[in-house]
């Protein structure tokens, strides 16, 4: 998976450079967000601006990443849906659940 990482202000900003997330690359994204909050990261936004596609194992990995932001007292933000994944998270509710900014630059403004 092509995932480029930055760090702002004590956030780290994670760019998910695929079309889709899938059962095919999902894991890795996973256990990035994994390994960032077991080091110490408190703030980890997930930019999902290329991703056209998600499926349940991408929806699982990034409730997996909010669960464990939770458990280490951080925070796990979204942004950039585009349409189609949108309806995704809004048919599974999970946009109740997340976060959810229509910018990268917007959910830095608000961790």
Do not use: C, W
Not at 24 to 31: A, P
Not at 69 to 82: D, E, F, P, R
């Amino acid at each position: 998976m092509n995932l480029k990482t930055e760090e702002k202000n004590n956030i780290v900003v994670i760019f998910v450079k695929e079309e889709r997330l899938d059962a095919h690359n999902s894991g890795e994204l996973k256990v990035e967000m994994q390994r960032l909050f077991v080091e110490g990261k408190k703030n980890v936004l997930v930019d999902l601006y290329e991703v056209r596609f998600i499926d349940s194992s991408g929806l699982g990995a990034l409730v997996s990443g909010f669960k464990n932001a939770i458990s280490n007292q951080g925070n796990l933000k979204l942004s950039s849906l585009q349409p189609q994944v949108k309806s995704m998270f809004e048919l599974t509710r999970l946009h109740r659940v997340f976060e959810i900014f229509p910018s990268a630059p917007d959910a830095l403004e608000n961790f």
